[in-house]
């Protein structure tokens, strides 16, 4: 069964108005378009609930209500319980704050592994913690392939590693990092494993338990929902995390047991709580996920992760001939230097594309010249300085970036393809 794309983007305003529908989207790695589910989610709030939650009156129990169904729709979408997820301002400052969460975990000489794979919201906050004597231990690419290669991550793990941090897939290499693969390898060890999925969680269903993860984080605006971030924390590590919040907010939300109130987790790390209106209108997303999923499939009766799971197999079908149209081209063309592999698979690699050009054309002028023609992209070090220069390139001009969503039509594409070809 193919994705039904005239439907898909009905579903997303716009396509359908104003000065967007003019263009062709290409940005999504750097923030996706919102369904109207979501929009409708959002307005309703504004309209109706923009009151103080948690308190005992109809409109706010109607706007904690939202929160609460948005936070647990939420956690159903990766397969976690709605204890173990919260709801931050972005993935940037999740990690900022479970990094200052965890520090009274770690002891003198603990050793914590990065990449230099990553974007730097995923190191710099691990890397600050050499200043209370944390020893930080750098995975790094092979930088003629660009890869994270497993073998050379296990001469790193020692009895010392409290915590590996790693991309389930880059936002600039692309490739899908083996991460079941390496938590079995890092639990061997008895340290904790954190993944960073915003590039991934895009085009993918994703089964926190089933990939035995310790902490899962995404953002939601790049997978079509508001600006906000969700961090996974496996229960059995909320003990390990220092309050952040007022002191005596644990104590006062003890008592509540409705599923997607504030419990310690969520009080814990994300001091002043969640933003009402965008948490509130994050179960259109999953609504948009049902609406998809009953259209393709009007006879056969899923919900929750399974329901979740069917969908994001008809987006990676369509994503992955996405990626052969321009792959395709790519290799016809010996100008360009695609960084990562030459695979549409996209359960190898995330239908992300970095590139630079061999003509002396620099990445920024190409996507002008992209923009000229109505194309959005995007060029610079999409804050993985590290992994560019690492692969010889100047983090300060960067590369030229597109990136494809199941949105995307291969009529687009193949136009992209043809101005590429004529800049080029």
Not at 90 to 96: D, E, G, K, Q, R
Not at 180 to 202: E, F, N, R, T
Not at 239 to 245: E, I
Request: hydrophobic residues 40%; proline residues 4%.
């Amino acid at each position: 069964m193919l994705l039904d794309l005239e439907y898909v983007r009905k579903q997303f305003p716009a396509f359908n108005e104003g000065e967007t529908a003019s263009w062709i989207f290409m940005e999504n790695a750097g923030g996706s378009y919102v369904p109207q589910l979501v929009i409708n989610k959002l307005t309703n709030f504004m309209t109706h609930s923009k009151v103080q939650p948690y308190g005992l009156y109809q409109t706010s129990i109607d706007a904690t209500q939202a929160i609460e169904n948005s936070t647990c729709q939420m956690a159903e979408m990766i397969n976690a319980d709605y204890s173990e997820v919260v709801i931050g301002h972005c993935t940037t400052m999740n990690l900022v704050m479970l990094s200052l969460a965890l520090k009274s975990w770690f002891t003198s000489g603990d050793e914590i592994i990065v990449t230099n794979q990553d974007h730097e919201s995923n190191i710099s906050p691990w890397r600050r913690l050499t200043d209370s004597g944390q020893k930080i231990i750098e995975w790094q690419i092979n930088p003629d392939t660009a890869e994270l290669e497993i073998e050379t991550l296990k001469p790193l793990l020692s009895k010392k590693t409290k915590l590996v941090c790693i991309n389930h897939s880059s936002n600039i290499v692309a490739s899908v990092n083996d991460i079941k693969k390496i938590a079995g390898m890092v639990h061997d060890v008895g340290a904790l494993l954190l993944v960073d999925g915003v590039s991934y969680a895009p085009h993918h269903s994703i089964n926190v338990k089933e990939l035995n993860v310790d902490f899962y984080v995404l953002s939601l605006y790049k997978t079509f929902g508001p600006h906000l971030g969700l961090m996974y924390v496996d229960q059995k590590h909320h003990n390990k995390l220092s309050n952040l919040s007022l002191e005596f907010m644990p104590k006062q939300y003890e008592k509540i047991t409705t599923p997607g109130s504030p419990n310690y987790l969520r009080i814990a790390v994300n001091p002043g709580g969640v933003n009402h209106e965008e948490a509130a209108c994050l179960s259109g997303l999953t609504d948009y996920y049902r609406l998809i999923y009953e259209h393709h499939f009007p006879t056969v009766i899923k919900s929750g992760f399974a329901m979740i799971e069917d969908v994001f197999g008809l987006i990676k079908q369509h994503e992955s001939n996405l990626s052969k149209i321009f792959l395709d081209f790519i290799k016809q063309n010996k100008s360009i230097r695609l960084i990562g592999k030459y695979e549409c698979d996209t359960s190898v690699r995330s239908p992300t594309f970095s590139f630079s050009l061999g003509n002396g054309l620099t990445s920024k002028t190409l996507i002008e010249e992209l923009a000229k023609k109505k194309i959005a992209a995007q060029s610079g070090s999409f804050y993985a300085w590290r992994c560019l220069t690492a692969l010889g390139f100047n983090p300060y001009t960067g590369v030229a970036r597109i990136s494809f969503a199941h949105y995307n039509t291969n009529e687009e594409v193949n136009f992209l393809c043809q101005c590429l070809d004529n800049i080029i």
